[in-house]
Each structure stands twice: as C-alpha cells, then as structure tokens.
C-alpha cells in the first residue's frame, strides 16, 4: 500500500519562510512527477510547483521566485521551500506524486498539511 505522507505546515507572519516535506512509502517501483498543489476556502485546488523524475521544476506564476521544489530520490521525498510567504499563500498544501508499483501506475495525493500566513 502507497502512501505519502506530508508533514511542515503551521503559522507563519508575511514574510516569513516554510518548508514541507512529503515521503512516499509503500511497494514502490519507481515515482515520476512529484508536485504540490494547494487549495484555499472556497477555490479550486491550483498547481503550486511540479519536479520531474530528472528534477526539472516547474513553477506557477503566483511562486515563482519565491518557492523552490527540490526532491530526494533515495529517500522518495520531495519537497517545498516556501519564502516570502503572503497572505494570499494560505491555504491547505497537497502533496501529489506518480506512483508505479507492480500492479498499478498512478497518482497519489497526500492527506494534506495548513499553511497559514498572517498579514
């Protein structure tokens, strides 16, 4: 059984920096694109930043500059640096990662962790 597991959220004054991590554990072959997403109160969840499996990032406009995605392969990790935190940046982070195991090829999301910034 695949799960991921994210873990760094919390509260945090505008300006300030976070950092989330999100570990993938289970009866994994391989992993290919990992990302964050997020979802604010009464919005769609939106595309934060993505990593391929060769660790080329991808940024939504919203972060770009700001965030930084890295990944860890041996440890099946990825990652979210977040400075220069807004108010706009509250929201609840997903973790979402493409998953292979023997019987399957498919994406996984985590359960979530709340970002908070106060203005």
């Known amino acids: 059984q695949v799960q991921l597991v994210e873990s760094g959220g919390g509260l945090v004054q505008a300006g300030g920096s976070l950092r989330l991590s999100c570990a993938a554990s289970?009866?994994?072959?391989?992993?290919?694109?990992m990302g964050w997403f997020r979802q604010a109160p009464g919005k769609e969840r939106e595309l934060v930043a993505t990593?391929?499996?060769?660790?080329?990032?991808n940024y939504a406009d919203s972060v770009k500059g700001r965030f930084i995605i890295s990944r860890d392969g041996a440890k099946n990790t990825v990652y979210l640096e977040m400075n220069s935190l807004k108010p706009g940046d509250t929201a609840v982070y997903y973790c979402?990662?493409?998953?292979?195991?023997?019987?399957?090829?498919?994406?996984?999301w985590g359960q979530g962790t709340q970002v908070t910034v106060s203005s």
């Open positions: 289970g009866s994994i072959s391989s992993i290919g694109n």
């Open positions: 979402n990662a493409f998953i292979r195991t023997r019987s399957s090829a498919r994406p996984y």
């Open positions: 990593i391929t499996g060769d660790y080329r990032p």
